[in-house]
Antibody, heavy 120, light 110 residues
Framework: EVQLVESGGGLVQPGRSLRLSCATSGFTLDDYAMHWVRQAPGKGLEWVSGSTWNSVTIGYADSVKGRFTLSRDNPRNSLYLQMNSLRPEDTALYYC?????????????WGQGTLVTVSP | QSALTQPASVSGSPGQSITISCTGASSDVGGYNYVSWYQQHPGKVPQLMIYDVSNRPSGVSNRFSGSKSGSTASLTISGLQAEDEADYYCSSYTSSSTVVFGGGTKLTVL
């Protein structure tokens, strides 16, 4: 069974940093693209960042470019999101999502999410 | 990276069919057959319903279908059921190697 479990969220002050982790199981991570998607309270889905299986292509939403960094450790079956210079508008539930064998594929499995709250 | 445009809400009666549109540009929806649709019930995790414009993952009802014309993609739900009431989001791969979502559509089953 494919499972994605996010961790690392919490309450943080504006300007500080946080690192999210996504532990994966039930599939071979280095066969798939992986993504981070967030959802602010009461709002819609927003794609944050994604990576091809080999990290050759890593994309970022304009809203986080230069502040967030996606990385992956395929042998450890883990995906990470380093978030720096956090802003109140980054407050959201952050989902880890499994893509396909190609970067444009849909996200066929999602974690339960980890909540990030940016507030003084 | 402008969000794809979806209607804020649609509604239909049980047994009817509804269609949700998703309008983008030549740099996303119009340029690639990488449009996906997600269903999200309140408080739940999104579920993939359609990928690559018109393909259904295993386990998704054949009442759900997808199509595309130019820069507008569509999700059609036929034989509407009460359990279909949810938020629906489209997404597309873009020429900037990013992904963009639509703003979401709330489906109400009357």
């Amino acid at each position: 069974e494919v499972q994605l479990v996010e961790s690392g969220g919490g309450l943080v002050q504006p300007g500080r940093s946080l690192r999210l982790s996504c532990a994966t199981s039930g599939f071979t991570l280095d066969d798939y693209a992986m993504h981070w998607v967030r959802q602010a309270p009461g709002k819609g889905l927003e794609w944050v960042s994604g990576s091809t299986w080999n990290s050759v292509t890593i994309g970022y939403a304009d809203s986080v470019k230069g502040r967030f960094t996606l990385s992956r450790d395929n042998p450890r079956n883990s995906l990470y999101l380093q978030m720096n210079s956090l802003r109140p508008e980054d407050t959201a539930l952050y989902y880890c999502a499994k893509g396909g064998t190609y970067y444009g594929a849909g996200f066929d499995c999602w974690g339960q999410g980890t909540l990030v709250t940016v507030s003084p | 990276q402008s969000a794809l445009t979806q209607p804020a809400s649609v509604s239909g009666s049980p047994g009817q069919s509804i269609t949700i549109s998703c309008t983008g540009a030549s740099s996303d929806v119009g340029g690639y057959n990488y449009v996906s649709w997600y269903q999200q019930h309140p408080g739940k995790v999104p579920q993939l319903m359609i990928y690559d414009v018109s393909n259904r993952p295993s386990g998704v009802s054949n009442r759900f279908s997808g199509s595309k014309s130019g820069s507008t993609a569509s999700l059609t739900i036929s034989g509407l059921q009460a359990e279909d009431e949810a938020d629906y989001y489209c997404s597309s791969y873009t020429s900037s190697s990013t992904v963009v979502f639509g703003g979401g559509t709330k489906l109400t089953v009357l």
